[in-house]
């Protein structure tokens, strides 16, 4: 296993950015041990991993601890294994149906006797995605928006507003296809980007349980409903609305193409403001939405996805665990750890405050207050992973090939007759 072991003086020393001072927790001082298995090991996630364990060590100072940092894709194929055999106090993972498979497998602890009314209140956007069977698996500890961003500029010149429904967003893209612009650049070369279109019309055609509910196997996709969601994306095709040989680019590939202004937005995680700043777009061109309502009878849901910690069903200081793990989700040090010299996304807690960027705010204001309908993890994490691909595959097949949807979903429903075996 190719893992660095931190000792806490270590942890200390490595992590000037983020050490300060230590929390009250309102508890007594831990004693005994504490292990930690953490995937955080690229530079910014690591640095914060340490700042972590140095602060709760400092409110701590008679608990050991001991953190192992695990190269990210390494410890993907390591976590049932050391969760079988030796497995630490806390682990890092996903949410929603990302753990299912070791909720399922008896590898996770339920710890609902964490999630408090405290706790409930303050994490309740992410409190869906933690939850399977009625019961809580875990903590989140960061999170991204998805949505709209859009060229401010060109909304204007056209006159256009916001789109508060799908009939107002539908004539928005008319008015700048008319302009002779696209309303959409999309890079689907690597399939997962036409994930998050289809994550969206199907939130929004059928709504959070129900597109859970297909994730999970237990709904046909060829279901009426699903057809819905499919009739709802065609009528972007048949528009025209998204630039022209999309599979040819990746999502970085297609961003020109909204810098140009040859496409007036793009739908996409928060990770894309970056590259599109760098491209020359500052906030005086660049704008943010939320996806809008398509059926007004389903609360409005959001793709988010939700990065966790859990403690193993196997692990030995379960009590020191639990207190890692609140004092995680606090919000002080939930502010802290998502700050933009931090991870620079956003922190789970609503009391909690935001860097004064003006998409982390927008984010933040949506995912805390305005987004009742749950929070999903984006197609690849709600799905297993063999599904997943056959599913991005007909979706990319589908924007290119719209009279085949039949076939794309027999071939889709086949595979998950299959797969949810």
Same mark, same amino acid.
């Given at each position: 296993?190719?893992?660095?072991?931190?000792?806490?003086?270590?942890?200390?020393?490595?992590? $000037?950015?983020?050490?300060? $001072?230590?929390?009250?927790?309102?508890?007594?001082?831990?004693?005994? /041990?504490?292990?930690?298995?953490?995937?955080?090991?690229?530079?910014?996630?690591?640095?914060?991993?340490?700042?972590?364990?140095?602060?709760?060590?400092?409110?701590?100072?008679?608990?050991?601890?001991?953190?192992?940092?695990?190269?990210?894709?390494?410890?993907?194929?390591?976590?049932?294994?050391?969760? $079988?055999?030796?497995?630490?106090?806390?682990?890092?993972?996903?949410?929603?149906?990302?753990?299912?498979?070791?909720?399922?497998?008896?590898?996770?602890?339920?710890?609902?006797?964490?999630?408090?009314?405290?706790?409930? +209140?303050?994490?309740?956007?992410?409190?869906?995605?933690?939850?399977?069977?009625?019961?809580?698996?875990?903590?989140?500890? +960061?999170?991204?928006?998805?949505?709209?961003?859009?060229?401010?500029?060109?909304?204007?010149?056209?006159?256009?507003?916001?789109?508060?429904?799908?009939?107002?967003?539908?004539?928005?893209?008319?008015?700048?296809?008319?302009?002779?612009?696209?309303?959409?650049?999309?890079?689907?070369?690597?399939?997962?980007?036409?994930?998050?279109?289809?994550?969206?019309?199907?939130?929004?055609?059928?709504?959070?349980?129900?597109?859970?509910?297909?994730?999970?196997?237990?709904?046909?996709?060829? /279901?009426?409903?699903?057809?819905?969601?499919?009739?709802?994306?065609?009528?972007?095709?048949?528009?025209?609305?998204?630039?022209?040989?999309?599979?040819?680019?990746?999502?970085?590939?297609?961003?020109?193409?909204?810098?140009?202004?040859?496409?007036?937005?793009?739908?996409?995680?928060?990770?894309?403001?970056?590259?599109?700043?760098?491209?020359?777009? /500052?906030?005086?061109?660049?704008? =943010?939405?939320?996806?809008?309502?398509?059926?007004?009878?389903?609360?409005?849901?959001?793709?988010?996805? +939700?990065? +966790? =910690?859990?403690?193993?069903?196997?692990?030995?200081?379960?009590?020191?665990?639990?207190?890692?793990?609140?004092?995680?989700?606090?919000?002080?040090?939930?502010?802290?750890?998502?700050?933009?010299?931090?991870?620079?996304?956003?922190?789970?807690?609503?009391?909690?405050?935001? /860097?004064?960027?003006? =998409?982390?705010?927008?984010?933040?204001?949506?995912?805390?207050?305005?987004?009742?309908?749950?929070?999903?993890?984006?197609?690849?994490?709600?799905?297993?992973?063999?599904?997943?691909?056959?599913?991005?595959?007909?979706?990319?097949?589908?924007?290119?090939?719209?009279?085949?949807?039949?076939?794309?979903?027999?071939?889709?429903?086949?595979?998950?007759?299959?797969?949810?075996?």
């Amino acid at each position: 296993m190719t893992s660095l072991k931190t000792t806490l003086a270590a942890a200390l020393a490595g992590a $000037t950015m983020l050490a300060g $001072t230590a929390f009250a927790d309102g508890h007594a001082k831990l004693t005994g /041990d504490l292990k930690i298995f953490s995937d955080m090991s690229n530079p910014a996630p690591r640095a914060v991993m340490e700042g972590m364990v140095a602060r709760f060590g400092e409110m701590h100072p008679d608990l050991n601890i001991e953190l192992t940092v695990i190269d990210r894709e390494a410890y993907k194929t390591q976590i049932r294994n050391f969760l $079988t055999a030796d497995a630490p106090d806390v682990a890092n993972w996903y949410a929603a149906n990302r753990m299912r498979p070791y909720v399922d497998a008896g590898l996770f602890e339920d710890i609902s006797d964490v999630w408090d009314d405290q706790m409930s +209140t303050e994490l309740a956007s992410t409190k869906g995605a933690m939850t399977l069977d009625g019961k809580q698996w875990g903590v989140p500890y +960061t999170y991204y928006q998805w949505g709209v961003y859009y060229r401010k500029d060109i909304y204007e010149e056209l006159g256009l507003s916001e789109p508060s429904n799908w009939d107002e967003f539908k004539s928005n893209c008319q008015a700048v296809i008319d302009s002779g612009k696209k309303c959409f650049t999309l890079g689907s070369k690597f399939l997962w980007t036409a994930a998050g279109w289809f994550d969206y019309l199907n939130m929004r055609t059928n709504g959070y349980d129900f597109h859970a509910a297909l994730t999970n196997g237990e709904v046909e996709w060829t /279901d009426d409903r699903v057809k819905a969601t499919f009739a709802n994306w065609r009528e972007l095709l048949d528009m025209g609305a998204f630039i022209d040989d999309h599979t040819a680019y990746s999502w970085q590939e297609s961003l020109p193409f909204m810098t140009n202004g040859d496409a007036a937005a793009i739908l996409k995680g928060n990770f894309a403001v970056a590259p599109l700043r760098e491209a020359g777009l /500052d906030d005086s061109k660049l704008d =943010f939405h939320q996806f809008p309502a398509i059926n007004p009878d389903v609360a409005l849901a959001e793709d988010a996805p +939700t990065d +966790t =910690f859990h403690i193993p069903a196997n692990a030995s200081n379960k009590d020191n665990a639990k207190a890692f793990l609140k004092f995680v989700v606090s919000a002080e040090n939930q502010t802290m750890i998502n700050a933009g010299d931090a991870l620079g996304q956003l922190p789970v807690n609503n009391k909690s405050s935001v /860097d004064e960027d003006k =998409f982390l705010l927008e984010g933040f204001e949506m995912l805390s207050s305005n987004s009742p309908g749950g929070v999903a993890q984006f197609f690849d994490r709600d799905a297993p992973a063999e599904m997943a691909k056959v599913a991005m595959e007909g979706f990319q097949e589908f924007m290119v090939k719209p009279d085949d949807i039949d076939r794309i979903l027999g071939k889709l429903e086949r595979a998950r007759g299959r797969i949810y075996k």
